[in-house]
């Protein structure tokens, strides 16, 4: 890459409108991360751990200076079926959605779905009482 193709790399709204070919080894797993097999041409997170970097304010920008690993605290389901990650930034706190990858860890992605039933917000061993004087 010549001099002049790297300057405009880091210019404002760069990452929005041209791929991100870049191979990077997670921070959080060491796992190499291709974008090969993505189904994406916008890579944003390890398809191991899920784990991302906090380096966009808005999509594609690169402007945030936190720098922080995001880690993947949920899923939810978009508009159309599609899933999508729920990031929150272990420095700062911030939180983002990020699309599903086709090559994320299925495992991964279906313990973050199923993390709120292993701990739900009353006592578990009150669960028939609590339906009966509900009327079930």
């Not at 929150?88 to 299925?106: F, I």
């Amino acid at each position: 890459m010549n001099r002049e193709n790297k300057r405009k790399q880091y210019e404002k709204g760069y990452y929005k409108t041209h791929p991100c070919k870049d191979v990077f080894t997670c921070r959080q797993c060491g796992r190499p991360v291709f974008p090969v097999g993505a189904g994406t041409d916008h890579r944003n997170h390890c398809p191991n751990c899920l784990t991302s970097l906090h380096v966009d304010i808005e999509p594609g920008d690169r402007q945030s200076g936190c720098g922080g690993l995001m880690e993947p605290i949920a899923v939810w389901v978009r508009r159309g079926g599609e899933w999508a990650i729920i990031h929150r930034c272990r420095r700062c706190g911030a939180l983002s959605s990020n699309r599903t990858a086709a090559d994320d860890n299925p495992a991964k992605l279906l313990s973050l779905a199923a993390g709120p039933l292993g701990q739900p917000p009353f006592p578990i061993d009150r669960l028939r009482e609590m339906m009966e004087s509900l009327g079930y």
